[in-house]
């Protein structure tokens, strides 16, 4: 039946590298139901209900992404975008976090049609594949980034006056448990050894209870609580405004952006593109996307999408759709079985986002350096995205510079329409931030 679902044969894979990498991909990304909650709070969504439907969407969103496009990402309600509606639809801009589920809500409706349509699916193949590739290169940037932050070693610096990143404290116990899970990973790597991601972190969380810089679970199992204060919660009444016109307007230009980031990128690196750079039958994990993005406004959460983490479990093995499968099933767990998740410390899971982050560096030999009018945009894409911590920011950069030089060197008419609809989309986002 498996076979038949998921064509691990033809996939090169087998039921336990999916396993494994379905366990991987939920590993790195299981904070989201600690944190996704615990920013929300900021909108004044209760944080028990929360939990809740950031949980149900993810587990919606990744059974969709597996089962209906057959492909091993995970979905889950997006960071970035849940701090923009915190913190500046609600806190700056005032509007209650009924309305902003309403804008959230738009964009997914939206989503769905332009997908079903196809033009979703033609946006994303008139991206030139040296662009595609440094979507990959940037976001294995922004992963070792991450993945540094949670293991201590880069920490916040003293902007403006001084450095905005610094070396973090290397003698504190959960940043040496950090260094020495991701040497113990990466050295397996090396060794070809089967599980090393997951293997590690185990690992990793194992020794920082031992050396007592991590707690034991208090409990295993709890009951969630009920998500009846949020569900449904949807308030139009300020739908025809100029303000939340502006608002379901970046909403829809950032969930855009990082889901087609996130699903080249990612793809790039399991070797999903074909020999023109596109992703082939893209609109399905579209689809998954936009379907999730409107059970996340229903379920009072915020925009759902893709998520870069997703990489570790495609470098763990997993090839198709049941590594995704896997995944949501254990989000589904993941209802009663909160303290064991949050048990896994931070600086155990970190070091994975860095060997990934190492791993995708290789999509830059597809980026042709000897034509600058290519170059400078995939190098705007690459730096931008770590270093204003937005993958989108850094890929409208690069969809605003590349029709720019491609006129400047003579090339303008290499350029396709598709391209240009995303200049212009991505000029609106810029205006929006």
């Known amino acids: 039946m498996l076979e038949r ?12 590298a999916e396993v494994l990498g379905g366990l991987t991909t939920f590993v790195t990304m299981a904070y989201i139901i600690v944190v996704n909650p615990a920013i929300l709070t900021a909108a004044g969504i209760p944080q028990g209900p929360s939990m ?35 913190y500046t639809v609600t806190g700056t801009m005032g509007y209650s976090w009924q309305t902003a589920l309403a804008a959230i809500l738009i964009g997914g409706i939206l989503f769905v049609a332009l997908t079903a349509t196809g033009l979703r699916a033609t946006l994303a193949n ?48 959960t940043t040496i448990i950090g260094i020495v899970t991701f040497l113990v990973m990466a050295a397996l790597t090396i060794r070809r050894v089967p599980g090393t991601i997951l293997g590690a972190m185990l690992g990793g969380t194992v020794l920082a209870m031992l050396l007592g810089a991590a707690e034991l679970p ?13 569900l449904f919660q949807i308030d139009f009444s300020a739908a025809l405004t100029f303000g939340f ?21 990612v793809s790039a690196r399991a070797g999903f593109l074909d020999d023109e750079g596109n992703l082939p039958q893209i609109e399905r994990p579209m689809m998954a996307d936009a379907l999730a993005t409107v059970a996340a406004a ?19 093995g997993g090839r198709t759709g049941l590594t995704a499968v896997v995944c949501a099933l254990l989000f589904l767990l993941a209802l009663f079985f909160t303290p064991v998740l949050t048990a896994i410390p931070e600086y155990a899971w970190g070091p994975a986002l860095v060997l990934v982050g190492i791993l995708m560096l ?12 290519e170059l400078v945009p995939a190098f705007a894409v690459i730096v931008l995205m770590p ?15 590349f029709p720019l030089f491609m006129a400047v060197a003579g090339r303008v008419r290499e350029v396709k329409p598709g391209m240009w609809a995303l200049t212009a989309m991505s000029l609106l986002l810029l205006g929006g931030v």
């Open 5 to 16: 679902l998921f064509g691990l044969t033809e996939a090169g894979t087998t039921v336990r």
């Open 52 to 86: 809740v439907a950031t949980v149900l969407t993810a587990v919606i969103g990744t059974l969709a992404m597996g089962l209906w496009a057959n492909r091993p990402f995970a979905i889950a309600p997006y960071m970035g975008e849940n701090a923009f509606i915190a």
């Open 126 to 173: 008139a991206i030139p594949a040296s662009l595609k590739y440094s979507f990959a290169v940037g976001i294995g940037l922004f992963l070792a980034l991450i993945g540094l932050a949670h293991m201590g070693v880069v920490t916040y610096g003293m902007a403006p006056s001084g450095p905005l990143l610094r070396l973090g404290t290397l003698g504190d116990t």
């Open 218 to 230: 208090g409990a295993v199992v709890s009951m969630p609580p009920s998500l009846a204060p949020i």
């Open 245 to 265: 016109l502006h608002v379901a307007l970046v909403v829809f230009v950032m969930d855009f952006v990082d889901t087609m980031g996130t699903l080249i990128g």
């Open 298 to 316: 229903l379920l009072g959460t915020t925009t759902a999408g893709t998520f870069i983490e997703s990489a570790a479990g495609v470098e763990a």
């Open 362 to 373: 290789s999509a830059v030999r597809h980026i042709p350096f000897d034509r600058m009018e």
């Open 387 to 401: 270093f204003t911590y937005n993958i989108g920011i850094g890929m409208t950069a690069g969809f605003i510079l």
